[in-house]
């Protein structure tokens, strides 16, 4: 009787509970993840002031992650105690997707504050290693990623400008990360100085043919010439406009999945086979 009471007064979580069994035994899960899924069915909801403080302490780093992704997706993102948290993470946690889910968060909130946490880990060997991690790939493509977002959302100050403009060339020439290149190509088309295009004219030599799409996208819209990834065009053109009138022009309306697939390809085949050299 006790136990049949003890169902009673339980009835519906332990139909919930029944219910939820049922369709991971259906579902084929095995005994590790009925565990988890049990855990996370009733581990306690913690605001984000609590994620926070798990995300920069727990030793799991899963655990961190978890914590600092529910901190980023939380809405609170641009309270100052978020901003300080992040980018704690972002400099110098030692798991990089953990980083990573910190500087997507700090991208979300479009402060200027996340622009100097960029540039700091685009530029860490100019920092000590106290005050920012050595990067590897991931970071910094998210890196590098996040400072062209902040720029085509207009959150760089004009005294952040010149820096953002010297780390995506320097990024674009010398990462050898080619998502690294391709994002800071995409961010220098928010750069309407002559060393932008100059940097972005270097890059249709490069090896990779996405960086050079990257590229000639930017030059286009730097420009608003339609050269595609001729190098040679675009030299020929520069001699033509010595001093260039350069602006941040609005990227191009959205194509559809078959005139992008016909432009790339025509853009594959440009660069693959150029036509007669400019004289």
Known sequence: MHTLARFRLCGSAGTR????????????????????????????QRTPQQNMVIAVSDPDPDVRRDAAA????SGQVTQEWAVNGLTAIALLEANPQTRCVAIRGLAAGRDPRAVDVMLKI????????????????????????????????????????????????????????RHVRIAAARGLA?????????????????????????????????????????????????????SPELSVRPPPARQTWWQRMGQGTRDLFGWLFPGPKAR
């Open 17 to 44: 509970l029944h219910a939820t069994l049922l369709c991971a035994l259906a579902a084929g899960c095995n005994t590790a993840d009925l565990d988890v899924g049990f855990r996370k069915l009733f581990e306690p």
């Open 122 to 177: 685009l530029n860490h060997t100019r920092h000590p290693p106290r005050e920012v991690r050595a990067p590897g790939e991931l970071v910094r493509w998210d890196a590098a990623l996040a400072l062209a977002e902040l720029s085509e959302a207009r959150v760089v100050t004009p005294e952040q400008a010149d820096a953002v403009r010297e780390t995506l060339l320097e990024r674009l020439r010398n990462d050898a990360d």
């Open 190 to 242: 928010c750069c309407p100085q002559r060393d932008a295009v100059d940097g972005l004219m270097r890059a249709l030599a490069d090896d990779d043919f996405a960086v050079v799409a990257a590229a000639t996208r930017s030059l286009e819209r730097l420009t608003g010439a339609r050269l595609g990834s001729d190098a040679q065009a675009w030299a020929h053109w520069l001699a033509e406009h010595p």
């Open 70 to 73: 529910k901190l980023a997706a």
